[in-house]
């Protein structure tokens, strides 16, 4: 287990955290006179754990640790902690839960496109688009809980909701395009690759009764000669 594969593993084990602090009302800290109450602790952990997310990337290109199960367990670790926070805000009444849904249900399809994808024989990336839809989803949902405090951030961290969803819909659209892309690429080359192996399969068959035909036509030569020379040898008169 390489350091980026833990910080992915923390990563996950942040949701549950968080989740537990976003919706305890009751916790508070005090800090130097400070009252730090359960939204900015959650704020927190969120943050931590989204720089999980851009650290263990890093490390992992850099130190040439890109493993199986880190690419398999980054973009899951990545919807479960923002699936997550969304789902508590809904509880929280601080976001509308059909954007939830969308936005969720926006994950699941992606995930479903990706594994046909890789049934198919190819990948799908992350595109810019996704990118700048991550980032704006982090940004959306820390102003969305300091906005449960601050009533003036609100108006903003709704606004940045909805470019979440414009971004996450667009990317979608994209992502959907390329998959339809490359799945039709795959199989023109499939379908080609077929009548290749079909018409070599022809030529083939067509080589061998050809062959056929050739082997018969000289064994009914051979046999022509044998019978005209057995023809000949009794027309011969016996010897004295």
């Given at each position: 287990?390489?350091?980026?594969?833990?910080?992915?593993?923390?990563?996950?084990?942040?949701?549950?955290?968080?989740?537990?602090?976003?919706v305890q009302?009751?916790?508070?800290?005090?800090?130097?006179?400070?009252?730090?109450?359960?939204?900015?602790?959650?704020l927190?952990?969120?943050?931590v754990?989204?720089?999980?997310?851009?650290?263990?990337?890093?490390?992992?290109?850099?130190?040439?640790?890109v493993?199986?199960?880190?690419?398999?367990?980054?973009?899951?670790?990545?919807?479960?902690?923002?699936s997550?926070?969304?789902?508590?805000?809904?509880?929280?009444?601080?976001?509308?839960?059909?954007l939830?849904i969308?936005?969720?249900?926006?994950?699941?399809?992606?995930?479903?496109?990706?594994?046909?994808?890789?049934?198919?024989g190819?990948?799908i990336?992350a595109?810019?688009?996704?990118?700048?839809k991550?980032?704006?989803?982090v940004?959306?949902?820390?102003?969305?809980?300091i906005?449960v405090?601050?009533?003036?951030?609100?108006?903003l961290?709704?606004?940045?909701?909805?470019?979440?969803?414009?971004?996450s819909?667009?990317s979608?659209?994209?992502?959907?395009?390329?998959?339809?892309r490359?799945?039709d690429?795959?199989?023109?080359?499939?379908?080609?690759?077929?009548?290749?192996?079909?018409?070599?399969?022809?030529?083939?068959?067509?080589?061998?009764?050809?062959?056929?035909?050739?082997l018969?036509r000289?064994?009914?030569?051979?046999?022509?000669?044998?019978?005209?020379?057995?023809a000949?040898?009794?027309?011969?008169p016996?010897?004295?």
């Open positions: 287990m390489n350091i980026p594969n833990s910080l992915t593993l923390a990563r996950i084990f942040f949701v549950p955290l968080l989740v537990a602090v976003l009302e009751r916790i508070q800290l005090h800090f130097n006179g400070a009252v730090v109450n359960n939204d900015l602790i959650a927190m952990i969120f943050w754990a989204a720089a999980t997310d851009l650290l263990d990337g890093y490390l992992a290109r850099r130190w040439k640790q493993t199986t199960i880190g690419t398999l367990l980054d973009p899951i670790a990545d919807k479960l902690l923002v997550a926070a969304l789902i508590a805000l809904v509880q929280e009444k601080v976001v509308p839960a059909w939830v969308l936005l969720i249900g926006r994950e699941f399809a992606v995930s479903g496109l990706r594994s046909i994808a890789a049934t198919e190819f990948t990336s595109s810019e688009l996704g990118k700048t991550t980032v704006f989803q940004i959306a949902i820390s102003l969305l809980m906005g405090r601050q009533p003036k951030i609100a108006a961290a709704d606004l940045s909701l909805y470019v979440v969803v414009l971004f819909t667009w979608a659209i994209a992502y959907f395009a390329r998959f339809w490359m799945l690429t795959n199989i023109k080359q499939r379908r080609r690759a077929e009548l290749l192996a079909a018409d070599r399969q022809r030529r083939r068959a067509l080589f061998a009764e050809k062959r056929d035909a050739m018969e000289r064994q009914a030569r051979a046999e022509k000669k044998r019978a005209d020379f057995a000949q040898t009794v027309d011969l016996p010897s004295t």
